[in-house]
């Protein structure tokens, strides 16, 4: 349907729809008076509580950092007295700096004639708990109260012109001592290379030069310099390099090393714009011969700071890594001290708000014996090897040795690219931690094998096994399969079986312990099982599944093959048991002045097996025939056991490798220098097996046993 309007009937529309509009706004204006009324009379009403409510309104915009909504709850001449933008700039800066939180308010009293709130405001800062008493004054305004506002309600003695400082006081972290007090971590000296954009004369070129001299691309320290903060009269921390000491070039032959480092420095200082001052680092002074126990430190990263949210880390922190540094994280790094307080416009400090005293972080003193340490690294600095020691009759962990090794300063002067690459991509791989993996232990198992044989009554000590020559099997069921020993000997028992390491017998002996009572003896003693000790261990095993699944299995495992693995320090816990009356010690890192011995695993043995199994171990050392007869002392008795382990891919494989052990102890508990060593090296095969491991050891105990000066 369609409608058609006149002239007049459209005149007669808009005159209605015009009323209808006035009446609409007439009425609006008076539903907007009358709440205004009403809002007014209830702010007459019940001004108190409104006014509570709006502060506490205006002290939450705080807790959410909702500043610009704060802003618009001031009076208009508050807001004369500062704009936006400084009063967002300022509240920022002062919360955000002291990284408050957890606020909260306690309204405490109320001033009806001068539309006052007081309050009681607490919250955490980095510089602890601060809380005071304080006061808001309110004024009506189109019909609202509004906050007459001024920096005291930031903090009571705040005004206009004063600043809200932060300090921090960095924790000096504490040092990484060896039993006698030597410092295996602790504070240095390196040199600091700077530059000052300004007076580089051609950047270009001067960067080039500079990039070179420090093992550095261009990019990254074009990249150091274009930080925003940095301006022409900068100082531009860009590498730190080793300190070089006037007494390292005064001596008679000074070291190539540091010359060709002096060398490059004086370089850089002839350059424009550089220049090299001290600075304080984490330094190592073992180097290479404590690396993989002591470990390093770095800046933290952006997930260090995320993952420990809360134990006071900053940006400028530095965390443990790896080893001793990582472990005891904690004791080590301590705690900043922190202070809050505002200086006037003279830069005088007025007035303390929150303050944390710093706490240096703990020394931790280890068992660890640095000349020990030393001088196993030495000896063994260029086989990929390990060796642990630890004194046998209290469980002290004298030394823990990895080789090859790597300087773990250079993690804190600044690994280049090519730094990490190198040590990465290495044959010997450094990085790898060798003493904390699992070995196959060949020979050194034996003396385990006769315990757990006289302990089970399986071994009479006293049966002659019966000469097999240099090759056995048991039965024709094990096919081309053959036991091989390299000595023959008579009668065939088991003292003359460790003192000649005959690898049949032992294999005979597994046997007739069987795989049941030969799983659950291992099992008693750690395998598999976390090893009690600070340091993680690999756990040795003695089976890639749950259980020996053959008797070809069982045989080799008599003898430390098969798929027998023992982490080296387990494997000196279970050497301890043969001269402590059969109980196995507990090893320990953190030094006590009265060492007294715990123990792991009480009555591993009787008294009379361990007595049997050391009076054994101690011919290997003594008798002219023993397997280690090469480290006999006159002066010390000794008792040890030798070990070369087959590595290969199958039975018939020729070409594999071989593992040589050696494991010597003290075995007199009078003894005063009581010490025992297991040494491990990869590829002696054709090197002299455990011979080779023996010839490295003699040298450290000759220097362990000599007398003081």
């Known amino acids: 349907m ?16 015009l009323i209808t509009m006035f009446l609409c706004v007439a009425i609006l204006l008076c539903f907007m008076l009358v709440a205004r009324e009403i809002r007014n009379r209830e702010m007459r009403k019940n001004p108190e509580q409104i006014l509570q409510q709006s502060l506490l309104v205006y002290m939450n915009y705080i807790s959410e950092q909702r500043y610009d909504d704060m802003y618009e709850m001031l009076t208009e001449g508050s807001r004369k007295t500062i704009s936006k933008k400084e009063f967002v700039s300022r509240n920022s800066a002062i919360y955000k700096g002291m990284e408050m939180e957890n606020m909260i308010v306690d309204i405490t009293g109320y001033d009806q004639e001068k539309l006052t709130v007081k309050y009681n405001t607490s919250f955490d800062t980095v510089a602890g708990n601060i809380n005071f008493e304080n006061e808001a004054s309110f004024w009506e305004e189109d019909g609202a109260y509004k906050i007459i506002w001024n920096d005291s309600m930031i903090f009571p003695e705040l005004r206009s012109q004063d600043k809200v400082r932060v300090s921090t006081v960095p924790a000096e972290r504490g040092e990484l001592l ?21 007076k580089l004369g051609n950047p270009k070129k001067a960067i080039k030069r500079i990039a ?46 540091v010359l060709k480092e002096q060398d490059r420095q004086d370089k850089l200082l002839h350059i424009a714009g550089v220049m090299i001052s001290d600075t304080e680092i984490r330094e190592y002074p073992m180097k290479e011969a404590a690396a993989h126990l002591i470990g390093y430190v770095q800046n933290v990263t952006a997930e260090d700071l995320e993952e420990h949210a809360g134990e006071g880390y900053t940006s400028s922190s530095v965390i443990g890594k790896t080893g001793m540094e990582g472990l005891f994280e904690k004791e080590l790094k301590g705690r900043n001290g922190c202070r809050i307080y505002i200086i006037n416009a003279e830069g005088k400090e007025t007035e303390e708000l929150g303050c944390i005293p710093v706490q240096n972080g703990k020394d931790i003193k280890l068992t660890i014996d640095a000349d020990l ?17 630890i004194n046998p009759f209290t469980g002290e962990v004298l030394a823990l040795v990895s080789t090859p090794s790597y300087d773990n300063n250079a993690f804190i002067m600044g690994m280049s690219g090519k730094q990490w690459k190198l040590l990465n991509e290495d044959d010997k791989k450094p990085l790898y931690n060798r003493f904390r993996q699992v070995w196959c232990p060949g020979s050194s198992f034996k003396p385990i094998t006769a315990a757990i044989g006289l302990q089970s009554g399986a071994i009479d000590p006293m049966e002659d096994f019966g000469g097999e020559g240099h090759s056995w099997q048991k039965d024709k ?26 690898n049949i017998y032992f294999a005979k002996a597994a046997l007739k312990i069987g795989s049941e009572e030969m799983e659950r003896a291992l099992s008693e003693m750690g395998f598999p099982g976390e090893l009690p000790f600070e340091i993680k261990m690999g756990k040795s095993s003695y089976s890639n599944t749950e259980h020996i699944e053959s008797e070809i299995q069982l045989a080799d495992s008599g003898y430390g093959q098969g798929q027998i693995l023992v982490n080296p320090l387990h494997l000196a816990c279970i050497y301890t048991s043969f001269c402590n009356q059969g109980n196995m010690i507990k090893p320990y890192l953190l030094y006590q002045e009265d060492a007294k011995a715990n123990k792991w695993i009480s009555g591993a043995f009787s008294q009379e097996v361990a007595k049997r199994v050391l009076d054994g171990i101690t011919k290997v050392v003594n008798q002219p025939h023993g397997t280690g007869y ?80």
């Open 2 to 17: 369609k409608h058609k309007f006149n002239r007049r009937s459209k005149k007669r529309f808009s005159r209605v729809f």
């Open 178 to 198: 060896d039993r006698n007090g030597r410092v295996l971590a602790g504070k240095g000296l390196a040199s600091s290379v700077g530059i000052i954009p300004g």
């Open 212 to 257: 070179k001299l420090l093992g550095m691309k261009s990019k990254e320290i074009e990249k150091e310099l274009s930080a925003k903060w940095v301006r022409d009269d900068s100082l531009v921390p860009i590498k730190t390099l080793p300190k070089v000491r006037e007494t390292d070039l005064r001596v008679a032959n000074p070291d190539k090393e």
């Open 373 to 389: 340490q030393s001088w196993l690294y030495d000896s063994f600095k260029t086989d990929k090897s390990c060796s642990v020691s």
């Open 477 to 502: 069921s094990w096919g081309t399969y053959h036991v091989t020993t390299l000595h023959t000997y008579q009668p065939v028992i088991l003292e003359n079986a460790l003192i000649y390491s005959d």
């Open 630 to 709: 090469a480290i006999h002392r006159k002066d010390v008795l000794l008792a040890g056991k030798t070990g070369t382990a087959e590595i290969k891919d199958s039975k018939e494989d020729t070409s594999g490798t071989e593992l040589g052990w050696f494991t010597v102890l003290t075995p007199d508990r009078k003894e005063k220098k009581a010490i025992l060593v297991v040494s491990m090296v990869e590829d002696v095969k054709e090197r002299g097996g455990s011979g080779y491991v023996i010839r490295k050891d003699k040298p450290v105990l000759e220097k362990w046993f000599r007398e003081d000066p």
